[in-house]
């Protein structure tokens, strides 16, 4: 069993439609979750973080997580064209820099989002 | 956050050669990594780079085959040797401040044939 699990997809939306990403997870030391958004021939951006358990909202994006079902979400609003790409999860234990640092990644979902 | 730059940004090599890949930040960052990302696979961390010593390699990753150097808190090179087809792959370089929840980010990776 992967450590995270993220369904490949691609998903395929038409514009403006709500889009909900997840990705499941076995370590409970997990406390730090992130997700990146690539477009293609780019390297990951930053585009969530969060930590521990809950809700955060920037703009038309929201993450959640849910620590003791081990699941975490994405949502986009009003999805754009310009949403097309693929959306990593990421997670680590700690936020400190050395041992339990490193970041454990879903192998990303493709999106589409079509006019 | 920073900006990472990486050279090459691609390349087409023979079997048996080495390519060394450069990663520049525009500032300091106390860790340096280079990930490995295959076509419907997570992202995989190679090594940390550590400034002015060996780099520490994950499990399943030599230094005989991807020696790293980091001579200073900018600037890092991975070197890909005595390549195979197998080795075909996109490398990522990422960078991660300390302090705060410890954002990590990404170059734009080199994209690597091996013919």
């Known amino acids: 069993q992967k450590e995270v699990e993220q369904d490949p997809g691609p998903l395929s939306v038409p514009e403006g439609a709500i889009v909900s990403l997840n990705c499941t997870y076995s370590?409970?030391?997990?406390?730090?979750f992130m997700w990146y958004r690539q477009y293609s021939r780019k390297g990951p951006e930053l585009l969530m973080y969060?930590?521990?358990?809950g809700n955060k909202e920037d703009g038309r994006f929201t993450a959640q997580v849910d620590k003791s079902s081990k699941y975490i979400s994405l949502f986009i609003r009003d999805s754009q064209p310009s949403d097309s790409a693929t959306y990593l999860c990421?997670?680590?234990?700690?936020?400190?820099?050395?041992?339990?640092?490193?970041?454990?990644f879903g192998t990303g979902t493709q999106l589409k989002v079509e006019l | 956050s920073a900006v990472i730059s990486q050279k090459p940004s691609r390349d087409i090599c023979q079997r048996g050669t080495s390519l060394t890949i450069q990663c520049q930040v525009d500032?300091?960052?106390?860790?340096m990594f280079w990930y490995r990302q295959q076509p419907g696979q997570s992202l995989t961390l190679i090594a940390t780079?550590?400034?002015?010593?060996?780099?520490?390699?994950e499990s399943g990753f030599v230094i005989d085959k991807f020696p790293i150097s980091r001579p200073n808190l900018t600037f890092s090179t991975l070197t890909v040797s005595n390549m195979s087809p197998e080795d075909s792959s996109i490398y990522l370089c990422?960078?991660?401040?300390?302090?705060?929840?410890?954002?990590?980010?990404f170059g734009p990776g080199t994209r690597l044939t091996v013919l």
């Open positions: 990421a997670m680590r234990e700690t936020g400190r820099t050395g041992g339990g640092n490193k970041l454990t």
């Open positions: 370590n409970s030391a997990f406390q730090y």
């Open positions: 969060t930590y521990s358990s």
């Open positions: 500032s300091q960052v106390t860790m």
């Open positions: 780079a550590n400034q002015g010593s060996e780099a520490t390699y």
């Open positions: 990422s960078g991660l401040r300390g302090g705060g929840y410890n954002e990590q980010f």
